[in-house]
């Protein structure tokens, strides 16, 4: 996506140290068997979740739409793998994975999209496998608001709702919370982080 090409270096500033996320990258390196293959779904610049993951053993491939963000995800975790495409074009035999994490990269996509996603994610997995996700907390399907400067549409959900769609793509809620996140320069955003788990 060309809007994040120009913006990979400043997304990066204002959103790779955000500790709801790592701490969350960090349960799901250790749910997982050691040395698991592992898919990131909109990775971005690689930093934290990517960076983690391998750090902790494990076989990451991250795949995202924006060149820029994968030329820092390249250049910052050599030992992953990262592929340039779109979520939404991904083929239905990808996988299998021990784990899935989509950290923000589903907000871009229409609701319809995102159960969409949801649900290819619960069969790319190995039964008992755990997806983490991390989503801005609102109310909206495809809303046109400004992202650090530039236009973009957004959707999401409250986090009752989120859980629902959690649910109905197959999965076992894990935990789910809506936290407080100040990007570097601001402004607070409400963020829901779930952890679930395909059955086995």
């Known amino acids: 996506m060309e809007v ?3 913006l990979a270096e400043l997304y990066q500033g204002e959103h790779s140290h955000n500790p709801f996320q790592a ?3 960090e349960r799901v390196a250790a749910l997982v068997p050691a040395a698991s293959t592992i898919l990131d779904l909109g990775c971005g610049t690689g930093v934290p979740t990517a960076q983690i993951l391998t750090a902790a053993g494990h076989k990451v491939l991250g795949v995202d739409v924006s ?3 994968l030329r820092l995800a390249r250049e910052q975790v050599p030992e992953a793998e990262f592929r340039h495409a779109d979520l939404r074009d991904l083929p239905a035999d ?3 994975f021990g784990a899935i994490t989509a950290f923000f990269s589903l907000l871009m996509l229409s609701r319809a999209e995102i159960e969409a996603t949801l649900e290819r994610a619960a069969s790319w997995l190995t039964p008992g ?3 983490a996700l991390g989503m801005v907390e609102l109310d909206a399907d495809s809303l046109p608001v400004e992202f650090l400067g530039v236009p973009v549409k957004v959707s999401g959900y409250p986090q009752d709702a989120l859980a629902a769609r959690l649910t109905a793509a197959g999965f076992d ?3 789910i ?3 407080d996140f100040t990007p570097a320069a601001g402004p607070p955003e409400r963020q829901i982080f779930a952890l679930a788990q395909l059955p086995a």
Do not use: C, S
């Open 129 to 131: 496998g755990h997806l």
């Open 177 to 179: 919370e809506t936290v």
């Open 4 to 6: 994040f090409d120009q």
């Open 23 to 25: 701490a969350l990258t």
């Open 94 to 96: 990808l996988g299998p």
């Open 173 to 175: 809620i894990t935990t």
């Open 67 to 69: 060149e820029g963000m």
